[in-house]
């Protein structure tokens, strides 16, 4: 039995990082929360804003989930949030009901292919 493979993209987050990175109700907090991410993004982390982009896989068939608004130290932080693991389990939803549904084409198949047998 083949394994689910899960790759993990990171994409450009088009929403400005400016009253989207966070809401503390705390205007200077926020603003600093924000420059912070903006550093980080200008020294080379493209991780600091982002949209990630999470697929589960199994022979050639994909089920996919995706997040814009994100805000990682690096890949590693990502890889070990709770977030990431809550985006695989969407994403192998997403496979197993694609799955199914091709379970039910191949078994409506070999039905019709049967009964015309038969006839």
Request: charged share 30%; aromatic share 6%.
């Amino acid at each position: 039995m083949k394994e689910v493979e899960f790759i993990v993209e990171i994409l450009p987050e088009d929403k400005p990082v400016a009253g989207n990175a966070i809401w503390s109700g705390d205007t200077h907090y926020d603003q600093c929360v924000e420059r912070k991410i903006l550093d980080d993004l200008v020294g080379g982390n493209a991780w600091a804003w982002c949209s990630v982009k999470v697929t589960a896989r199994v022979d050639g068939i994909e089920g996919t989930d995706y997040l814009g608004g994100c805000s990682h130290a690096n890949r590693q932080d990502f890889l070990n949030s709770e977030i990431c693991e809550g985006m695989k389990l969407i994403a192998l939803s997403e496979l197993r009901n694609k799955l199914s549904g091709l379970v039910g084409i191949v078994k409506r198949t070999i039905e019709e292919v049967s009964n015309e047998r038969s006839d």
